[in-house]
């Protein structure tokens, strides 16, 4: 798929597929045989979820917790659904999301799931922002550390936009208004 003109391509298609083939060679050596849990973080981690797991040989379930923090590029205060979250108590648990940014949706996640007594919590991202941690706790796997810029596509949004391009993208500061529908 062309890149559009206002974006530039941080990840290529190319890229993406070794980083994540690269992740998931450190998730396999780390649980070997043993069987996990997935909990993939929504919406984001959508399509890492996806490529990541195929990849994966273990037995495995597949769960979801919704997280939402952004509307465009503003932070809102963190809203955390577990609705859809599966039996994790006295689970191997791998936390899917798809950035690590502030760090602060996946250090909420991380007590919510230990507060439901897995037997052990791993997580694994797909991009890490340079320098723009606020939290202490970081992912156990990163396939890519980026700039600090807003990007989308591969699952990540722009106002709910973009999550399917199929390459990583930065949105230029004069694109950050809300997507025409
Ligand atoms: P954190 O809590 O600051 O680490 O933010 C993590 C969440 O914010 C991620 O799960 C993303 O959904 C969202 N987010 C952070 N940075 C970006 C970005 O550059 N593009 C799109 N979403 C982002
Ligand atoms: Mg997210």
Redesign the pocket.
């Known amino acids: 798929m062309e890149a559009p003109f206002f974006v530039k391509v941080v990840l290529n298609q190319e890229q993406i597929r070794a980083g994540v083939e690269r992740l998931a060679g450190q998730v396999r050596a780390w649980y070997e045989e043993r069987p996990i849990t997935v909990v993939g973080?929504m919406t984001?981690s959508l399509v890492l979820l996806a490529d990541l797991i195929r990849l994966l040989d273990m037995p495995l379930k597949v769960g979801l917790v919704q997280?939402a923090?952004?509307e465009g590029t503003n932070r809102r205060p963190?809203s955390i659904n577990p609705d859809m979250m599966p039996d994790v108590v006295g689970h191997d648990v791998l936390l899917v999301?798809?950035?690590?940014?502030?760090?602060?949706?996946?250090v909420e996640v991380v007590a919510l799931i230990r507060s439901l007594g897995p037997k052990s919590l791993r997580s694994a991202v797909l991009l890490r922002?340079e320098g723009r941690q606020q939290v202490e706790h970081h992912p156990d796997f990163v396939a890519f550390d980026i700039d600090n810029?807003?990007?989308?596509g591969y699952g990540?949004?722009?106002c709910d936009a973009y999550r399917n391009l199929p390459y990583v993208a930065a949105l230029e500061p004069d694109e950050l208004h809300e997507p025409a529908e």
């Open positions: 973080v984001g997280a923090s952004y963190l999301d798809d950035i690590f940014d502030t760090g602060h949706t996946l922002k810029q807003f990007v989308v990540l949004d722009y």
